[in-house]
Every structure is written in C-alpha cells, then in structure tokens.
C-alpha cells in the first residue's frame, strides 16, 4: 500500500502538482536546453487539462528551480509543488495545526500558513543552514498556503516536506 498509495503518486516527488495530483501518465515530454549549469524541460500533456515546465539552474551558490504550470479548461485550480526535504524546516510562528489538509493520506501532521507572494524559510541539514525561497507569480497568484507535514522516507523513518499551494489558471 506504501508504494502504490505513496510513493507512485505525485505527492512523494518534488514535482508540481494540479488539485494534489502529478503527471497523468508517462510521457517523455521535450528537453528545451541542456547545458553545465542548467537544464529545461517542458510537459505539454502533464495532465489532460495542463502543462508544465521546469527550469534547473545552478547560480553561484544558489540553486534555482523554476517551475510553471498552466492549465487549459479555463477554470480556476489549485497549482502546487511538493518539496521532499533532508533537513528540518525552522518554522516562522503563525504555522497552526491543519486538520483539513488534503494532499495524500500519507501526509500527517499538517502544519499550514497563508503568505503573500513569497515565502522565506530556514532548513538545517547537518551542520549547514539553508534558505528555501519560494516566490508565487502569475496573474491569479496573490497567496500562497505554505504546509509542513511528515512523509515516509526509506521505511520506517520518515522526514519533512513542504507543499506550496496558490489558486488559479497559471502560476
């Protein structure tokens, strides 16, 4: 149940997700660049009713990871990205217990907080200090909802992701 109901599914990946789900099916979609400090890929079929690109760029001592989902039904969705962590999160206070958070069963001890367009968070792992910076753009993007939880890692142990979440047709 772990495998299927877990780690098959969009939501054990740091990947983007539309209304908690990753890519429909396999599809080798396209590599728009490749070079030694970056790479492009776009998923023109992620979903029957979306598309996604991705964007990895290494600079200075900073790695960028760019990632746009649009959807094509003209409707409003929720757009989101699961970051599967090493580390702890040095939570900001205002993150409360979330009972309502939906993302996969697998998911526990939902933590969430409302942003603006930007989110700046501190991650330790071992002796070093990250910061995780997740900006939210795009024409319906005003807030983004920020949620911690526990997820399986190599069973039994678990670790820390983080899921940010705006709604909308594009972000």
Do not use: C
């Not at 080798?28 to 079929?45: H, K, M, T």
């Not at 760019?66 to 003209?74: E, L, N, W």
């Not at 998911?107 to 070093?128: N, Q, Y």
């Amino acid at each position: 149940p772990l495998h299927k109901g877990f780690y098959q599914s969009g939501a054990a990946h740091n990947v983007p997700l539309i209304d908690g789900l990753g890519q429909a099916k396999w599809d080798a979609g396209e590599l728009l660049s490749f070079g030694p400090n970056e790479v492009a890929a776009r998923q023109p079929r992620y979903r029957a009713n979306a598309s996604a690109e991705r964007l990895l760029t290494l600079d200075g001592e900073s790695l960028v990871d760019a990632v746009k989902i649009v959807t094509s039904d003209g409707v409003s969705h929720r757009l989101g990205l699961a970051l599967q962590l090493q580390g702890q999160v040095e939570l900001p206070a205002g993150f409360e217990a979330d009972p309502q958070f939906r993302l996969n069963p697998y998911w526990t001890e939902a933590r969430s907080m409302t942003f603006g367009r930007e989110v700046r968070l501190p991650v330790r792992f071992g002796g070093l200090r990250f910061e995780l910076k997740v900006e939210a753009t795009g024409p319906m993007a005003g807030s983004m909802k920020v949620t911690l939880a526990s997820v399986p890692d190599a069973p039994p142990a678990r670790r820390e992701a983080l899921y940010f979440e705006v709604e909308g047709r594009e972000a």
